[in-house]
C-alpha cells in the first residue's frame, strides 16, 4: 500500500498546515513539488521576469497601488536601515496576497542591493523553494528552482557553514536536478555535523516518504517533533504514514496529540471526526 495523493479528509489537513508555513516563508515540513530537471541547456520558455510580469497582471487594483507606493519610497531613500524595512514591509503584503515569486524576486533584490548576509541570500533561496510549492506550471517550478539554488549557492559562499542554506540546497537538488544524490549527500552532510538540525530530519523523513521508506519516515518525523515540539503539524505526517501501515491505534494517537495542541476549533473539529471514523473500522 503507497500513500494516496488524495487521502483522508484530516490528510488533507496536513497540506493545510504546510501552506500555512509557507505563507510565513518558513521552512518545516518540505512540500512535495512536481519533478522539474534543471537542464542549463533547456530553453524554460518563461524567465522569472515573465513569470513575476505575468503574476502581476493578476493583482487587485489596490495592491497594486499599496506595492506602487511602497516602491517610490525605497527608490528614494538611501537609509539602508529604511530600505530593508521597505523590502520587508512589500514581501509581507505580497505574501500576504499570493504574489510569491514577486515577493521571492524581492528578497534576492534585498539581498543584493543591502550585501546581504549569507542568512539573507539563504531566506531568499528559501523564499524561492516555498513559491515553487505553489506553482503548477512545470517551466514556472523550473524557474523558481534555479532561482532558489543561485541564492543557497550565493548563502553558502558567503557563509560556508550555513546548515539552513544547505539543507535547502540539498532538498532543491533532490527535488529539481539530474543529479538527487548530491542533494542527498548534502543532507547527509548536515546530518553529521549536527544530528539535532530539525529541518535536515524533516528533509530526509519526507524524501523517506517519497521511496515508501515508511519506517524510516516515521522515526525521522518522530525525532524532528522530539526536537520541536512546536511543529505539532508533523504529527498529521505521522498520523498517515500509520495509518497506511494499517496501525490505525497509533494514528489515532497521533490525531489525539495534534487535537491537544491545535487551537483553531474548526480544524480541531475535522481532526476529532476523523478519529472517530478512525474508531469505527
Known sequence: MTLSSNGLKWIMLGGAAVIIVLLNFVSTVPSAQPKVQIDDHHDHGITLEQLVARNKELMAADLKASVKSLQAE???????????????????????????????????????????????????????????????????VHVLAEASMRCYTKALELEPNNLDAKVGLG???????????????????????????????????DFAVQ????DKAIERYSKAIRLKPEYYGIRLNLAELYQVKGDTAAAIQQLELYVQKETDPLVRNDVENAIRQLRKK
Open 74 to 140: 525605497l527608490q528614494k531613500t538611501t537609509a539602508i536601515a529604511q530600505k530593508a524595512l521597505l523590502y520587508d514591509s512589500l514581501m509581507k503584503i505580497l505574501g500576504r496576497n499570493g504574489q510569491y515569486a514577486f515577493a521571492s524576486q524581492l528578497a534576492e533584490q534585498k539581498a543584493t542591493e543591502l550585501n546581504g548576509s549569507g542568512t539573507d541570500w539563504m531566506l531568499a533561496g528559501d523564499r524561492y523553494r516555498a513559491s515553487a510549492g505553489f506553482e503548477k506550471d512545470p517551466e514556472a
Open 211 to 214: 521511496s515508501q521508506q515508511y
Open 171 to 205: 532538498m532543491v537538488m533532490v527535488a529539481a536536478t539530474s543529479d538527487p544524490m548530491k542533494g542527498i549527500t548534502l543532507l547527509r552532510e548536515v546530518e553529521v555535523a549536527d544530528s539535532t538540525h530539525v529541518n535536515v530530519q524533516l528533509a530526509l523523513a
